[in-house]
């Protein structure tokens, strides 16, 4: 059995998504939360899913006709396994993903290195926080758009039923490496959860 599943007291359908610090953090993203970043940024050339998970995320960015590259750390069946974005050099013109949280950090340098043109992580609202970040990313290397979700994303493991909603604020986090310097605070209107959820 996947670590991820292995969660003391059983699923309960509400608030936070499970903690799993240490496990591989397997989380599908809602496909309304895809639908709102590929509706707001534009992404030229092919898109690299680089922790695809069982591609409920790659399979959004494909219906939008752009070429998807799909692969994660572990086999869930989908995409390319066994690759971890951590160490890849493997350059793409954009990278986009829903990475494991215990590894965000990784994660932004990775995509920083590897993507050429733009690369957007959802991530807790809350990764704004922190001493740490702010003497590194937010002052090296900040975002160029920061987009708040008004609805809560609810994030289930993957064949749970999906009830309750969520108490964690996320937002998608975009590099933009054409753009200009310095961050710019955007909101996603309501709604997309009700017409792509
Ligand atoms: C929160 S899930 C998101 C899955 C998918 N991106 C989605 O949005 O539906 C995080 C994924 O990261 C993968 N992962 C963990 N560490 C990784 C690494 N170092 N490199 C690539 N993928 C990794 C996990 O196996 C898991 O599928």
């Known amino acids: 059995m996947d670590s991820t599943y292995n969660l003391s007291g059983g699923f309960k359908p509400t608030l936070k998504r499970f903690a799993d610090l240490d496990g591989p953090d397997f989380f599908p993203t809602p496909a309304w939360a895809t639908h709102a970043l590929i509706e707001n940024e534009s992404f030229k050339g092919e898109i690299w899913e680089c922790a695809c998970g069982n591609g409920a995320m790659s399979q ?7 070429e998807v590259i799909s692969s994660d ?9 066994g690759v971890d974005f951590l160490v890849a050099s493997e350059r793409r013109a954009n990278i986009v993903t829903n990475p494991p949280y215990n590894s965000a ?3 932004v340098k990775a995509g920083l290195d ?9 991530l807790r609202l809350a990764f704004l926080e922190g001493a740490n970040r702010a003497r590194t990313i937010f002052t090296e290397k900040p975002p160029s758009r920061v987009w708040v979700f008004s609805e809560r994303i609810t994030f289930y493991p ?3 039923e999906i009830k309750g909603s969520g108490t964690t ?3 998608w986090f975009v590099w933009d490496k054409d753009g200009n310097t310095g961050t710019e605070l955007k ?6 959860r009700a017409k792509f959820g």
């Open 105 to 107: 950090e990784g994660f």
């Open 73 to 81: 750390l572990y086999d869930r069946g989908f995409g390319t396994p």
């Open 114 to 122: 590897n993507a050429q043109r733009k690369f957007a992580l959802l």
């Open 187 to 192: 909101w996603f209107a309501p709604g997309y």
């Open 158 to 160: 993957a064949g749970a």
């Open 60 to 66: 959004v960015l494909e219906k939008t006709g752009q």
């Open 169 to 171: 604020a996320y937002a």
